[in-house]
């Protein structure tokens, strides 16, 4: 008769301090708690985490929290990882709490195997820099932040949020004082609107943004404009990336004709088992790829990053906007977001942070 092997999951809400609040077209982001998941089976521990997201279902570490408890209540001990995820799926569990138990699985898989985990998934490392991102702020301030963030950082290029609620000429006020204080700097410059425009907002925008050197424009539609992406897409100078618009590979399809390229992030798709749908299924079309982040520490990063070794662009920065981040893993080298050689994914929670954090 066989020995049951049990799998033990530990949560742990952690709050996690921001330099900087980061304002998008939606609202400012401030300080985040955000949910870990400790899995531990063989004697074998594996590291997960969840950013909570109201787009993602699970608004607060406590709906992730009931989240992980629902899906570890249906009995997921014995199942395999592919078995677990579809479970996840059949019980429609927040993509943002099944992420942190994706992940921690992944992490636990290449532990098991003593091999980093962008080796297990057969991944490069990245040579893509990393964005470090901007958000929506008065010239001012960003006259202040443009210098702490580029000097002596090796940052390569930044990420600006636009679509402010002020309209095109904040848009336009906020990008020429980032032209003007980047100007002694050697770095490039992408856009993302999350959602701010409309479609003769971007029609105007993105001519304007062409003539300053941008590199694409990031969701320059709001998430449920979709119908309006191929009048863009046939007039558009600027390659457009959906974010928001693609929540998992079953969207690919439906706006591969009408965008270049799309951003996938693990809180958004429920982890690294669904962005490896992603990345398959947008390959198939001929899309470009990306890969983003919520407000995450370096154990999500450190996830994210052992993916992007086979992507075009990278925007994982949030755990470098930390103080402090409760997590290593994800260290910035020449500019790049670069997973290390440690087994697993190398993102590892701090015990200080968890010693009395216990949900």
Same mark, same amino acid.
């Given at each position: 008769?066989?020995?049951?092997?049990?799998?033990?999951?530990?949560?742990?809400?952690?709050?996690?301090?921001?330099?900087?609040?980061?304002?998008?077209?939606?609202?400012?982001?401030?300080?985040?708690?955000?949910?870990?998941?400790?899995?531990?089976?063989?004697?074998?521990?594996?590291?997960?985490?969840?950013?909570?997201?109201?787009?993602?279902?699970?608004?607060?570490?406590?709906? =992730?929290?009931?989240?992980?408890?629902?899906?570890?209540?249906?009995?997921?001990?014995?199942?395999?990882? &592919?078995?677990? =995820?579809?479970?996840?799926?059949?019980?429609?569990?927040?993509?943002?709490?099944?992420?942190?138990?994706?992940?921690?699985?992944?992490?636990?898989?290449?532990?098991?195997?003593?091999?980093?985990?962008?080796?297990?998934?057969? &991944?490069?490392?990245?040579?893509? $820099?990393?964005?470090?991102?901007?958000?929506?702020?008065? $010239?001012?301030?960003?006259?202040?932040?443009?210098?702490?963030?580029?000097?002596?950082?090796?940052?390569?290029?930044?990420?600006?949020?636009?679509?402010? $609620?002020?309209?095109?000429?904040?848009?336009?006020?906020?990008?020429?004082?980032?032209?003007?204080?980047?100007?002694?700097?050697?770095?490039?410059?992408?856009?993302?609107?999350?959602?701010?425009?409309?479609?003769?907002?971007?029609?105007?925008?993105?001519?304007?943004?062409? %003539?300053?050197?941008?590199? &694409? +424009?990031?969701? $320059?539609?709001?998430?449920?404009?979709?119908?309006?992406?191929?009048?863009?897409?046939?007039?558009?100078?600027?390659?457009?990336?959906?974010? %928001?618009?693609?929540?998992?590979?079953?969207?690919?399809?439906?706006?591969?004709?009408?965008?270049?390229? =799309?951003?996938?992030?693990?809180?958004?798709?429920?982890?690294?088992?669904?962005?490896?749908?992603?990345?398959?299924?947008?390959?198939?079309?001929?899309?470009?790829?990306?890969?983003?982040?919520?407000? %995450?520490?370096?154990?999500?990063?450190?996830?994210?990053?052992?993916?992007?070794? +086979?992507?075009?662009?990278?925007?994982?920065?949030?755990? &470098?906007?930390?103080?402090?981040?409760?997590?290593?893993?994800?260290?910035?080298?020449?500019?790049?977001?670069?997973?290390?050689?440690?087994?697993?994914?190398?993102?590892?929670?701090?015990?200080?942070?968890?010693?009395?954090?216990?949900?």
């Amino acid at each position: 008769m066989g020995i049951e092997i049990i799998m033990k999951i530990e949560l742990f809400k952690v709050s996690l301090k921001k330099r900087f609040p980061l304002a998008i077209s939606r609202g400012v982001h401030g300080d985040t708690n955000n949910v870990f998941v400790k899995l531990t089976k063989e004697g074998i521990t594996g590291w997960g985490e969840s950013a909570p997201g109201k787009n993602e279902n699970a608004a607060t570490p406590e709906d =992730v929290i009931a989240e992980i408890n629902r899906l570890i209540d249906s009995n997921i001990s014995s199942l395999s990882h &592919y078995e677990i =995820v579809c479970r996840a799926r059949e019980l429609k569990i927040a993509p943002c709490a099944f992420a942190a138990v994706d992940i921690a699985l992944w992490d636990w898989k290449a532990k098991k195997a003593k091999m980093p985990l962008y080796q297990l998934l057969g &991944y490069p490392k990245p040579t893509a $820099p990393t964005s470090l991102t901007i958000g929506i702020n008065p $010239p001012k301030v960003v006259e202040e932040r443009v210098p702490l963030l580029l000097e002596g950082t090796g940052v390569q290029s930044l990420k600006i949020k636009l679509g402010a $609620p002020e309209g095109l000429d904040a848009d336009r006020a906020m990008f020429e004082q980032v032209i003007k204080s980047t100007q002694n700097y050697d770095v490039k410059i992408r856009v993302d609107a999350n959602g701010g425009w409309t479609l003769n907002q971007a029609l105007e925008m993105i001519p304007w943004l062409a %003539e300053r050197k941008v590199d &694409y +424009v990031e969701q $320059p539609l709001k998430e449920g404009d979709e119908a309006n992406l191929p009048e863009l897409f046939s007039k558009t100078v600027l390659p457009i990336y959906v974010d %928001e618009s693609c929540r998992s590979a079953q969207d690919i399809p439906k706006w591969a004709h009408a965008v270049h390229g =799309v951003n996938m992030k693990l809180m958004k798709c429920g982890g690294i088992s669904g962005a490896l749908e992603i990345i398959a299924t947008a390959k198939a079309f001929g899309l470009k790829t990306m890969i983003g982040c919520m407000s %995450e520490s370096s154990i999500a990063i450190a996830a994210s990053a052992a993916l992007s070794g +086979v992507l075009d662009h990278v925007d994982l920065d949030a755990h &470098y906007n930390l103080n402090p981040d409760p997590a290593t893993g994800a260290p910035m080298v020449n500019g790049i977001t670069m997973p290390t050689e440690n087994i697993g994914h190398g993102g590892v929670l701090k015990p200080e942070f968890y010693a009395a954090a216990s949900s």
